[in-house]
């Protein structure tokens, strides 16, 4: 856990304990139903858990805030914000069945009150959020159509402004057209130093 307390002092040993706890769950789960790779599990805090938290390095969201997860897999990167940010409600959602399974029995043995799992589609959902989280699922403009009218139309003074916040790597500069209305990219090696960050970033954007 010292990978988790050197980027983020301010976490609490509540905190930290349930971040400890999630590798031995999925651990527990990957071995019944393949949500990670067998290999990227000897990476499993640095490539899903620290790129997850990344997002929270940008920002901490406001309480009360409203974030959807899109094509959230085993639960990332909700999971990890779940813990991080307690008082922000996630809802995260997949198409695939057994991965919402785990991602629920992964929230339950943590007790984070803040998680809702859905196995649906984004597009069908009627509701609004503050904020769309996602890990690379797919292209930039494909994934705008997915999200299209799930964002609030504003976020309360002072916060930031409702947004998406797309974890993604390698060269985007061809998926970033309309509908993607870009407002910033932060290379996530000026937040981490392991060599897996070098080329991976954070693109926040409206559509």
């Not at 769950?25 to 990476?43: C, F, G, H, P, Q």
């Not at 406001?62 to 779940?82: M, N």
């Not at 307690?86 to 198409?95: A, G, I, N, W």
């Not at 970033?176 to 693109?203: C, G, M, W």
């Amino acid at each position: 856990m010292e990978l988790i307390r050197s980027y983020f002092e301010h976490f609490s040993e509540e905190q930290l304990a349930k971040f400890s706890a999630l590798k031995p769950l999925y651990e527990y789960w990957n071995a019944r139903i393949n949500v990670i790779s067998r290999k990227d599990m000897e990476n499993f805090y640095v490539h899903h858990v620290l790129h997850s938290l990344a997002i929270v390095r940008f920002t901490s969201f406001f309480s009360g805030a409203k974030v959807l997860d899109v094509g959230t897999g085993g639960g990332f990167p909700g999971i990890p914000l779940a813990i991080a940010l307690p008082e922000v409600e996630f809802h995260l959602v997949d198409s695939i069945g057994k991965k919402i399974k785990v991602v629920r029995a992964v929230a339950e043995a943590l007790q984070l009150s803040n998680v809702m799992a859905s196995q649906t589609r984004a597009e069908t959902l009627k509701q609004q959020y503050n904020y769309v989280v996602s890990r690379a699922v797919t292209r930039l403009p494909i994934f705008s159509s997915w999200i299209k009218g799930k964002l609030e139309k504003n976020n309360p003074v002072g916060a930031l402004s409702p947004a998406v916040l797309y974890l993604k790597g390698g060269d985007l500069e061809d998926e970033l057209v309309p509908p993607v209305q870009p407002i910033e990219i932060v290379s996530l090696h000026s937040y981490f130093r392991e060599a897996f960050f070098e080329t991976k970033k954070l693109v926040v954007f409206r559509v």
